[in-house]
């Protein structure tokens, strides 16, 4: 009888770890994710050289995949715009660019950095020419990451219970088709 009662207090403790275990875990999904970087897009300008020129660089819009091809990567289409300046003209030009990087949890932080930007493709289109420019792609490139390495793609927040509850645990970080996914380790 006494090894019956042990073994019901195992199972319902093993029943009840498993059920806060699913309470406890979160999804970002791409959409989330893509609204909260494009929130964030009027930082994403900077001024540059290139060949001796000033070059004006702003990314306007951001398309986000989590988990592509069913990889552990994000992948991140920008599109930019470019303005030349030489002997007091001004140069428009268009850049799209394919991303591809590795999320990181940051605990102390609570919050999902990209790291290790790999350029997949990119396209200028100015005056008339339509392109690979790679110079102005790297510069870009560069702008996007010195960014990312500052700027989280996303924190935990504290004001939702159960992100609050994860935060109070080790965290594993899952990416999955279309989502990243928390939960306890």
């Known amino acids: 009888m006494r090894r019956f009662i042990v073994m019901l207090f195992v199972v319902l403790g093993l029943t009840a770890c498993a059920q806060v275990s699913e309470l406890t875990s979160y999804s970002v999904s791409e959409q989330q994710l893509q609204q909260l970087m494009l929130r964030q897009l009027d930082q994403l300008q900077q001024q540059v050289r290139l060949a001796g020129m000033p070059v004006a660089l702003a990314v306007e819009d951001m398309q986000v995949q989590i988990g592509p091809d069913n990889s552990d990567t994000v992948r991140l289409g ?88 994860l935060m109070q645990m080790p965290l594993n970080m899952a990416v999955q088709q279309g989502r990243i996914r928390f939960s306890p380790l």
């Open 78 to 165: 920008t599109t930019a715009s470019a303005v030349f300046s030489a002997f007091g003209l001004h140069y428009p030009a268009s850049l799209a660019l394919q991303i591809e990087a590795s999320p990181y949890y940051d605990g102390e932080q609570k919050a999902v950095f990209l790291r290790n930007l790999r350029l997949l493709d990119s396209t200028v289109d100015a005056a008339g020419y339509r392109g690979n420019l790679a110079p102005l792609s790297t510069e870009v490139l560069q702008l996007v990451n010195a960014w990312l390495q500052e700027q989280p793609v996303y924190r935990l927040d504290e004001n939702d219970a159960t992100q609050r509850l």
